[in-house]
Nanobody
Framework: QVQLVESGGGLVQAGGSLRLSCAASGSSSSLNAMAWYRQAPGKQRELVAAIVGGGGRTNYADFVKGRFTISRDNAENTVYLQMNSLKPEDTAVYYC?????????WGQGTQVTVSS
C-alpha cells in the first residue's frame, strides 16, 4: 500500500508561481513512477507531468512544457511540481499519482486557482 499526500495548492495571480509537493509513504521506496494529473471542472483528468524510476526521466504535457518542472527527492519519497508562468487555464485540482508494480495510487488532490 502507498499513501500520497499533496500540499502546496492555493490562489495565485496569472504569471505567478506555485510549488506542489506529494509525500509518499507506505511501500513507497520501490515506486516505478510518479506523476501529476489535473482535472478542471467539467473536464477529464489529464496528465501534466511524470517522472519515471529513480533516474529521473521526465515527461510533460505540451501545455506545460517550459513552464512546469517535475522533480523527485528519492530520499524523502517526495515528488514536486514547480509551476511558473501560471495561466487562468491552469486552474484545476491537481492530483499526485504513483505506480507500484501493477497498482496505481492517487492522492486526495490540491486545488490550484489562477486569477486573471
Amino acid at each position: 500500500q502507498v499513501q500520497l499526500v499533496e500540499s502546496g495548492g492555493g490562489l495565485v495571480q496569472a504569471g505567478g508561481s506555485l510549488r506542489l509537493s506529494c509525500a509518499a509513504s507506505g511501500s513507497s521506496s520501490s515506486l516505478n513512477a510518479m506523476a501529476w494529473y489535473r482535472q478542471a471542472p467539467g473536464k477529464q483528468r489529464e496528465l501534466v507531468a511524470a517522472i519515471v524510476g529513480g533516474g529521473g526521466r521526465t515527461n510533460y504535457a505540451d501545455f506545460v512544457k517550459g513552464r512546469f518542472t517535475i522533480s523527485r527527492d528519492n530520499a524523502e519519497n517526495t515528488v514536486y511540481l514547480q509551476m511558473n508562468s501560471l495561466k487562468p487555464e491552469d486552474t484545476a485540482v491537481y492530483y499526485c499519482n504513483a505506480i507500484l508494480h501493477t497498482m496505481v495510487y492517487w492522492g486526495q488532490g490540491t486545488q490550484v486557482t489562477v486569477s486573471s
